[in-house]
């Protein structure tokens, strides 16, 4: 639920059909599967979770499910520092300064 809790605010905070765009009025012709931005900010949340856990769980399901069957189980120190960093208000600001930073040059 964690990943998919990061999908829909990405979707919802950072799309100019979600509440980024809020300010401006609705356009009645356009709906929100057809604007970008709602996938970009979709992808977008998803990437904490997919750079730290989608190594891991390609490799877990290539090699048939590890054995016991039980996904959690075989997480390594590594996948959690991954996850621990991604998740990080430090990673968070710096990307959101660097956006904001080069947003005019876009």
Known sequence: MDTLAHVVYGATLCSQ???AGGIR???ATRRWYADWTVWAGAVFGLLPDLVAFG???LTYWLNGG???????RSIQADTLL???WMHSLVVSL???GLLWR???AW
Request: overall charge positive; glycine content about 16%; cysteine-free.
């Open 102 to 104: 080069f947003r005019k």
């Open 17 to 19: 059909s979600g509440l």
């Open 94 to 96: 710096s990307v959101a």
């Open 82 to 84: 991954r996850y621990y």
């Open 25 to 27: 009025p609705p356009v």
């Open 55 to 57: 190594p891991h769980a």
């Open 66 to 72: 590890g054995g016991d069957g039980v996904y959690w």
